[in-house]
């Protein structure tokens, strides 16, 4: 069941997008000076179900408050398309210039998206310039190199990378 496609077809379900509190929110987000206030943060957080131990740079985006996120999580300038849940666990990293994008088109019918779900385990280091495709889950404890995207599952404890990113070696992976 965790990967059961959603359909978003013309005239039937709505898409998840960001209302006009979590547009506000994000450009808020953008002004380095404002952010800086420990209520904007907390503001930011309750917008879109982050934890409050949730760091984030001023580059970081959603589409939709879709994400449910644990603690100590670091997403960064990391861009989410959620039109499908996305869960990442805890004390998982991303570095800089990631994506995580829950739909694609149907190739048959190109007005209809379809999405499903992104699941990231707990303790994942995403490197850098990392995309994350519809449907894929990675497991704990996993590290993900720079400019893979993930297509498949990847599952934990390991290092994985390339274009289709692809298992290189298991590893104990835990961070500090």
Same mark, same amino acid.
């Given at each position: 069941?965790?990967?059961? &496609?959603?359909?978003?077809?013309?005239?039937?379900?709505?898409? &998840?997008?960001?209302?006009?509190?979590?547009?506000?929110?994000?450009?808020?987000?953008?002004?380095?000076?404002?952010?800086?206030?420990?209520?904007?943060?907390?503001?930011?957080?309750?917008?879109?179900?982050? &934890?409050? /131990?949730?760091?984030?740079?001023?580059?970081?985006?959603?589409?939709?408050?879709?994400?449910?996120?644990?603690?100590?999580?670091?997403?960064?300038?990391?861009?989410?398309?959620a039109y499908a849940p996305v869960t990442i666990g805890e004390g998982s990293s991303f570095s800089f210039r990631n994506m995580i994008i829950t739909s694609t088109h149907d190739l048959e019918n190109f007005s209809t998206v379809i999405a499903k779900p992104v699941t990231i385990g707990?303790?994942?280091?995403?490197?850098?310039?990392?995309?994350?495709?519809?449907?894929?889950?990675?497991?704990?404890? /996993?590290?993900?190199? $720079?400019?893979?995207?993930?297509?498949?599952?990847?599952?934990?404890?390991?290092? $994985?990378?390339?274009? &289709?990113?692809?298992?290189?070696?298991?590893?104990?992976?835990?961070?500090?």
């Amino acid at each position: 069941m965790k990967n059961v &496609p959603i359909y978003f077809e013309i005239g039937g379900l709505v898409r &998840p997008h960001n209302g006009k509190k979590e547009r506000l929110l994000l450009m808020l987000n953008k002004l380095i000076i404002v952010r800086s206030f420990p209520f904007i943060k907390r503001l930011f957080c309750n917008g879109f179900n982050l &934890p409050y /131990t949730t760091s984030y740079s001023k580059d970081f985006f959603t589409s939709a408050p879709n994400i449910f996120i644990e603690n100590n999580v670091g997403l960064n300038d990391t861009f989410i398309l959620a039109y499908a849940p996305v869960t990442i666990g805890e004390g998982s990293s991303f570095s800089f210039r990631n994506m995580i994008i829950t739909s694609t088109h149907d190739l048959e019918n190109f007005s209809t998206v379809i999405a499903k779900p992104v699941t990231i385990g707990k303790n994942v280091w995403i490197t850098t310039n990392v995309t994350i495709l519809p449907g894929v889950s990675i497991g704990d404890n /996993t590290v993900i190199g $720079a400019g893979s995207v993930v297509v498949n599952d990847i599952p934990n404890g390991v290092f $994985a990378t390339g274009n &289709p990113c692809k298992v290189i070696k298991k590893i104990d992976f835990r961070k500090i």
